[in-house]
């Protein structure tokens, strides 16, 4: 079994910053790509940035300059940095990772419960 845990979602002002952080756990044999997605009531589930084992990294265009993805490899987490929040960024934030396990070296998408962010005017 796989989990993520997500934290640091919360209420911050327009033009303020959070840092949500993930970590995984459980009966992990290999982390390959890992990324955060977020839904908006109404809308569909979207990539908001995403982060290979090598650390290569892409981002949704609305968040570019304004967001910043990293992993750290030993501890098993994905952290996102978010500055300049907008109101348009309030939404529920999903953290994902494609993940090998112990008993199945194939690698499949794990992903967290989700944390929200509201953004205020």
């Known amino acids: 079994q796989v989990r993520l845990v997500e934290s640091g979602g919360g209420l911050v002002q327009a033009g303020g910053s959070l840092r949500l952080s993930c970590a995984a756990s459980g009966s992990i044999f290999s982390i390959n790509a890992m990324a955060w997605y977020r839904q908006a009531p109404g809308k569909q589930r979207e990539l908001v940035a995403a982060?290979?084992?090598?650390?290569?990294?892409n981002y949704a265009d609305s968040v570019k300059g304004r967001f910043t993805i990293s992993r750290d490899n030993a501890k098993n987490t994905v952290n996102l940095q978010m500055n300049s929040l907008k109101p348009e960024d309030t939404a529920v934030y999903y953290c994902?990772?494609?993940?090998?396990?112990?008993?199945?070296?194939?690698?499949?998408?794990?992903w967290g419960q989700g944390t929200q962010v509201t953004v205020s005017s």
């Open positions: 982060i290979t084992s090598g650390g290569s990294t």
């Open positions: 994902m990772g494609t993940i090998g396990t112990m008993t199945s070296e194939r690698r499949a998408d794990y």
